[in-house]
Nanobody
Framework: QVQLVESGGGLVQAGGSLRLSCAASGRTLSSYAMGWFRQAPGKEREYVAA????????YYLDSVKDRFTISRDNVKNTEYLQMNNLKPEDTAVYYC???????????????????WGQGTQVTVSS
């Protein structure tokens, strides 16, 4: 079992930055695909960013490319989402997710993940 706990959300003005963290316990994340998803009120959960076993294998939602960066620290067993130049439309609850994989795969689909955090609220004011 893997337990994921997100932190780092908050209220920020448009153009500001936040860094979300997702700390894992129960297993080391080195062989897990990781992802970040978000859900705004009244909308379906959508993927934001995903990565395989290393920072060199990443995938982003088009609207966050060049603004968000997903990364991981296998020593700290933590995944990160650096969010720059935030926009009001980025407002949502953000969730991290993990799935054990047997190859360096990127998984941008929510239904394929086995473990989820509880979510952290990000609010961007205009």
């Amino acid at each position: 079992q893997v337990q994921l706990v997100e932190s780092g959300g908050g209220l920020v003005q448009a153009g500001g930055s936040l860094r979300l963290s997702c700390a894992a316990s129960g297993r080391t994340l080195s062989s897990y695909a990781m992802g970040w998803f978000r859900q705004a009120p009244g909308k379906e959960r959508e993927y934001v960013a995903a990565m395989g076993w290393s920072d060199s294998n990443t995938y982003y939602l088009d609207s966050v490319k060049d603004r968000f960066t997903i990364s991981r620290d296998n020593v700290k067993n933590t995944e990160y989402l650096q969010m720059n130049n935030l926009k009001p439309e980025d407002t949502a609850v953000y969730y991290c997710a993990a799935r054990r994989t047997f190859s360096d795969s990127v998984i941008p689909r929510a239904y394929e993940y086995d473990y989820w955090g509880q979510g952290t609220q990000v609010t961007v004011s205009s």
